[in-house]
């Protein structure tokens, strides 16, 4: 059964029935609003179909177009799961601020205060959507909705304007990347070091640590590639690299000592396979994300060690050898 027979399925048809009750304008428009977004989540429409049949019936297809400038949908489906729960939350408070100002003339901030809700419920959907689980800024979230949710009325306004108040860093794709990244297990493909050039341990300079970064990737270039994050501990705690940065003037300083730590490493011959980037993941912290694809010759570091990934380690195959058996494997090369 398509979307469009689903829709006029139910007793008088859908859309006609919701046409004729929104015609009627009993209660205010924001209360039509929620009563057919709750509808409408429940059939899992395809939104398309949904405003291909509407305009012909004007009520509600204002209506929906409310909707659609409240809340951001995606087209291919009206109501995806991750946006059930906040619907659900919204639709009920709204529900309530209703009933608690139920007099025959509804005060004007009731409608306001609904749309307000939508704002803020959608702000805990987009900021869940994106940012890891266990992030700092989803607990604060989810904290305030909870409320809202819990106490249902509009004397708690003040916690709805925290909500939407709440100050979500404005931090690039590569730094949400960065976040996800941290909350897994280092493995084959994934590397954490605290630092580049400073011992997070014994607290000084050591510049002899750069090799710990430039051997990972060599490992990731002779392997299938990883990423490599650099000012995040072992256990995925991120303490970023203001120590290194105290270094070097500035950020551009830094990022050019890494590329020739890289090129003096591995040669230039390994740019096109390895990227990266120094990125604020909020808080004031900084990580660089070094992204590495397999390369397609062997890279030896320092020209003459060789390493591969291993599990979460980068090992050196000493033994000519095995050497010459991986590079024979991974790369269909015949050493002499």
Excluded at 181 to 203: G, P, Q, T, W
Excluded at 310 to 331: G, H, L, P, V
Aim: glycine share 4%; hydrophobic share 35%.
């Amino acid at each position: 059964m398509d979307n469009k027979t689903i829709l006029n399925a139910m007793p008088n048809g859908f859309l006609p029935s919701y046409e004729k009750l929104i015609s009627k304008k009993e209660y205010p428009s924001f209360y039509y609003e929620w009563t057919v977004l709750n509808a409408l989540r429940d059939k899992q429409c395809m939104l398309s179909d949904i405003f291909d049949e509407s305009y012909q019936y004007p009520h509600l297809n204002n209506v929906l177009l409310a909707i659609k400038d409240l809340v951001e949908l995606p087209f291919e489906k009206l109501y995806p799961d991750v946006l059930q729960n906040w619907i659900n939350d919204a639709s009920r408070l709204c529900l309530e601020v209703y009933r608690c100002n139920n007099e025959e003339n509804i005060n004007d901030d009731v409608p306001k205060y609904y749309k307000l809700c939508i704002r803020g419920f959608s702000k805990i959907h987009n900021i869940c959507s994106r940012y890891p689980a266990g992030s700092p800024i989803i607990k604060e979230a989810t904290n305030l909705g909870a409320y809202l949710s819990d106490v249902c009325d509009m004397s708690i306004s003040k916690y709805l304007q925290n909500l939407l108040d709440l100050e979500v860093d404005n931090i690039s794709d590569k730094a949400i990347k960065i976040l996800h990244l941290a909350n897994k297990n280092e493995h084959k493909d994934l590397e954490f070091k605290s630092s580049f050039i400073y011992d997070v341990k014994k607290r000084f300079k050591n510049k002899a640590l750069k090799k710990e970064c430039t051997k990972t990737i060599a490992g990731f270039l002779n392997s299938s590639g990883g990423t490599l994050l650099v000012g995040v501990e072992d256990d995925g705690n991120i303490i970023g690299l203001a120590q290194d940065l105290s270094y070097t003037k500035n950020d551009d300083e830094f990022t050019r000592n890494f590329k020739e730590a890289v090129k003096n490493a591995l040669s230039v011959s390994v740019f096109n396979n390895v990227e990266w980037s120094l990125e604020d993941v909020g808080k004031g912290l900084k990580v660089l994300i070094v992204e590495v694809t397999p390369a397609p010759f062997p890279c030896f570091h320092d020209k003459t060690e060789f390493f591969i990934r291993n599990n979460a380690s980068s090992d050196q195959i000493s033994s000519d050898e095995k050497r010459a058996e991986y590079i024979t494997s991974r790369f269909n090369v015949t050493t002499k």
